[in-house]
């Protein structure tokens, strides 16, 4: 952690960072466009657990007009809240992957104004070798669960690179409705941005769906019933 930053870190061992610099976030986005006039660059924020601080989310997202909202669940409220990755080995494997997928669904039940739910498969990054080979099918129903409320609030699912998504789930996604697919690398570094993105494009297209006009649009499900 850098110096800075170790700052932010709490005697209870709580990361309190200063809130998002929005403003100046879309003032860099400003200059890089005009810099490369060429290139359509669009703005992002992805929220973690916004539903827990849905008031200061809406005050965040006051200041500025952002492309892209992202909603996503890292943590659990389990005498934390703890990352998920930190309670890997404290917790039955099958019983952290549905309390996962139960805060995910409150994520998405809330009235946060996001408009992309990104990572669903987020707790499978850190499944443990010992508990065998991930299988989505034993979460089927927790899944189809969160897909069909996902669906009925017009939101759209990531298609995430980083483990990859299975894709049992964008079937599952595409038989409950789902409208809309986004790609994303979850990239740290420049050099793995979009990995993965031909392997996911064409298992979207396997299971119906269809990209735009533009390379920047979402993936929309096509009339054909996905395989």
């Known amino acids: 952690m850098d110096p800075s930053e170790a700052a932010w870190v709490m005697p209870d061992g709580r990361l309190h960072p200063p809130p998002l610099a929005v403003d100046a976030y879309l003032e860099c986005v400003q200059r890089c466009r005009e810099r490369f006039p060429n290139l359509r660059i669009l703005s992002g924020i992805e929220l973690g657990e916004p539903h827990w601080h849905e008031g200061r989310v809406n005050s965040l997202l006051s200041i500025g007009s952002v492309d892209r909202v992202l909603g996503s669940v890292h943590s659990l409220a389990a005498d934390g809240p703890w990352m998920v990755d930190h309670l890997v080995g404290r917790v ?19 009235s946060v104004n996001f408009i992309v739910l990104a990572h669903i498969d987020y707790r499978v990054r850190y499944w443990p070798v010992g508990a065998g080979g991930f299988d989505p099918g034993v979460f089927e129903e927790e899944y189809r669960n969160v897909l069909a409320a996902l669906a009925r609030t017009g939101r759209a699912l990531e298609l995430n690179t980083s483990v990859p998504l299975p894709g049992v789930i964008v079937r599952w996604w595409y038989e409950a409705g789902g409208e809309a697919l986004t790609f ?7 050099s793995t941005v979009a990995t993965g993105f031909s392997h996911a494009a064409a298992v979207a297209e396997a299971c119906g769906f269809r990209p735009g006009r533009y390379a920047h649009d979402f993936w929309r499900r096509a009339g054909s019933s996905c395989a």
């Open 184 to 190: 994303g690398s979850d990239a740290h570094e420049p």
């Open 92 to 110: 039955d494997p099958g019983e952290l992957m549905r309390a996962y997928l139960a805060e995910v669904f409150k994520l998405v039940e809330s």
